[in-house]
């Protein structure tokens, strides 16, 4: 998620901007820029590719200098990193600097009315768009122009803007992204974190959506989007720049768990809409081409494989493709039957896995179609795929994934909505129910991430173990993987995740008294079947903690717990049914006193093979 930094007052900007960047890294980013007007009111930009080092570099040649200024932190979306598609970004006549966080959805419409209206564009960005917009309606008043920009932006956004028409000004507008003020006697800042300011003032505004702000050296004025005025009252800062980047959580990984809802809710937008078509923008498939797939593989590692497994599930009930899952580092080297009628579906948070690379590589020189479900714009696997689906998780600090699991989760339920729509395997009514359902989730995961407390009331008992099992059946068998890898990752406690049907073949012998099990039953049609076998279980003296629909009840009789999640659609259980598996986790490593953020041995990013 990219960082905005702005200063207007009496000091030089560059590098007060500069400071405010560093501490915005934690959000994620590949490349940055700084743009100030300088004393001759003309705009000096410095832009470079890869971390902020790079960008000082650039400065020490460049020597910007002026009293106000914008800069950015860029996590690429629209265009891969590059230092062309840094921000700031300028209008054609380069006379206004923006940075901007968030995606302008509707920028490609936009870019086609401004070029009607001679308006250049260079870059690949959504960003572009923003300048060239306020220039479109400056006509001597930038916080006009600003204000009517934005009425024609559909999205999500903060952004900051500078002008050499009205240089004694810096003016920012926010809308679903963060947007603070920083005030300072003497100048004052904008930032989309608090610990992007904190070095010099501990007094700040929070600015809400739909809010224009406009500063000057010694004002702030916060403006509603009718340009009434907004009394504010100023907050001051408590707390460290520490906990701060962590948005005052304790680790990234619960920072990160309790932003599912929204990185689910902005993964979906733009793709799915009631009584709409599903439009992939980044999958350039024609129905017949689809038709013409006689196999699905999925190939991926740890938790991006976990995610495969219920795409598997999701294709197979929804769209009637036979899909087979596979870990990217067994797939490469067991000669899998591949041919022209393949599609192989590789997902990748980082988009930088080696063996995951492998396996696509291989794949495409055998003659599959390839489409790649990553989370980072630019990275090697979307640059290699033929196609693209951008999971829009943001980035994920933590080792132990957890939204980037989820947001994968949405991407192969769209995916197999997207496939089943194409064949018509399953009826438009069915379709559209899947979608409502889809589009309601956030508000269920809201509400699971209310009971955390709930959740971590079980945590004490777990942490003592040395030994859990997992267990699911279907679409929980899947999760119940992901439930165990999260556990061993971060709280080093051994577990293994069963099938439930498959426990008296073998595992149930391990089963005595006190033995902790984790049971899923959140797929009606599997409810008894999994009851029984948590009976089996019990019988043997387990110590069960189930995971059921509010109303299963029955469940009660054969747990010693039961954490029960809001009713969603069985399909759809999954992004539901692993949150309370994740808190579960991150609680029982906090009382074992783990580094749940850096867990030991691990990588974030697994690039050797
Ligand atoms: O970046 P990728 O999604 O390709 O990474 C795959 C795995 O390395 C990753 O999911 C790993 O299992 C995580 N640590 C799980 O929490």
């Not at 960005?125 to 920009?149: H, K, M, Q, R, S």
């Not at 197979?316 to 493709?321: F, R």
Request: proline share 3%.
């Amino acid at each position: 998620m990219c960082g905005i930094v702005g200063y207007i007052g009496n000091r030089e900007a560059t590098p007060l901007i500069v400071e405010g960047l560093k501490k915005l890294e934690y959000r994620g980013y590949d490349s940055a820029g700084v743009a100030v007007i300088n004393s001759d009111n003309k705009l000096q930009i410095a832009k470079a590719k890869g971390r902020l080092a790079n960008l000082e570099k650039e400065l020490e040649i460049d020597g910007l200098s002026g009293v106000i200024g914008i800069g950015h932190t860029r996590w690429a979306t629209h265009g891969v990193p590059s230092k062309l598609n840094s921000h700031p970004h300028l209008n054609t006549k380069k006379t206004i600097a923006v940075v901007h966080n968030g995606i302008i959805e509707n920028y490609m419409e936009l870019r086609k009315f401004l070029r009607e209206n001679g308006y250049e564009f260079i870059t690949d960005t959504d960003t572009e768009v923003i300048p060239n917009l306020i220039d479109f309606y400056y006509n001597g008043d930038l916080v006009e122009a600003v204000t009517e920009a934005t009425k024609k932006l559909r999205g999500g956004y903060a952004f900051g803007v500078i002008s050499v028409d009205e240089p004694d000004k810096l003016v920012a507008v926010r809308k679903d992204c963060p947007l603070i003020v920083g005030l300072k006697e003497g100048g004052n800042f904008i930032a989309s974190d608090i610990p992007a300011v904190l070095n010099e003032t501990r007094d700040v505004y929070f600015i809400e959506d739909d809010e224009i702000v406009v500063l000057t050296k010694d004002s702030v004025k916060i403006l509603t989007e009718d340009g009434k005025e907004v009394n504010r009252d100023v907050y001051h800062v408590t707390w460290n720049a520490d906990a701060a980047e962590k948005g005052g959580y304790d680790h990234f990984m619960l920072k990160e768990i309790f932003e599912q809802p929204k990185v689910t809710r902005d993964t979906m937008t733009s793709r799915i809409a009631l009584g709409e078509d599903i439009t992939l923008d980044k999958i350039n498939l024609t129905t017949e081409q689809l038709k013409s797939f006689s196999k699905i593989y999925i190939v991926a590692c740890g938790t991006a494989y976990h995610a495969g497994l219920i795409g598997k599930y999701a294709i197979e009930k929804l769209a009637k493709i036979p899909v087979e899952v596979d870990i990217a580092s067994e797939f490469r080297y067991r000669d899998p039957l591949i041919n022209e009628k393949t599609l192989l579906i590789v997902i990748s948070q980082s988009g930088e896995t080696a063996d995951t690379l492998a396996a696509m590589r291989l794949a495409k020189k055998k003659g599959a179609r390839v489409i790649a479900v990553t989370n980072v714009v630019g990275s090697t696997v979307s640059r290699e795929a033929d196609d693209v689906f951008y999971t829009w998780a943001g980035p994920e600090i933590a080792v132990a994934s957890t939204k980037a699991y989820t947001t994968q989760l949405v991407a192969m339920y769209i995916i197999a909505l997207y496939l089943a729509q194409h064949m018509k395997t399953i009826s438009n009514s069915e379709i559209e129910e899947l979608k409502k359902a889809l589009i309601e989730l956030p508000e269920k995961e809201e509400e699971i991430l209310k009971n955390a407390e709930k959740i971590k009331k079980h945590a004490e008992k777990v942490s003592k173990e040395n030994d859990v099992f997992y267990l699911g059946r279907g679409f929980d068998y899947a999760v119940a993987m992901e439930g165990s890898l999260k556990l061993k990752e971060i709280s080093y406690i051994h577990s293994e995740a069963y099938a439930g049907g498959e426990l008296k073949h073998g595992p149930i012998a391990l089963i005595e008294d006190g033995t902790v099990v984790i049971a899923l039953a959140s797929q009606e049609s599997l409810f008894e079947k999994m009851v029984s076998n948590i009976k089996e279980v019990k019988t043997r003296g387990a110590y069960v903690i189930s995971v059921a629909m509010e109303g299963k009840t029955a469940i009660e009789d054969t747990s010693d717990e039961v954490i029960y999640l809001p009713r969603v659609n069985p399909v759809l259980a999954p992004i539901a049914t692993v949150i309370p598996l994740q808190l579960l986790s991150y609680y029982i490593a906090i009382i074992k006193g783990c580094d749940v953020d850096k867990p030991r041995n691990l990588a974030k990013s697994v690039t050797v093979e």
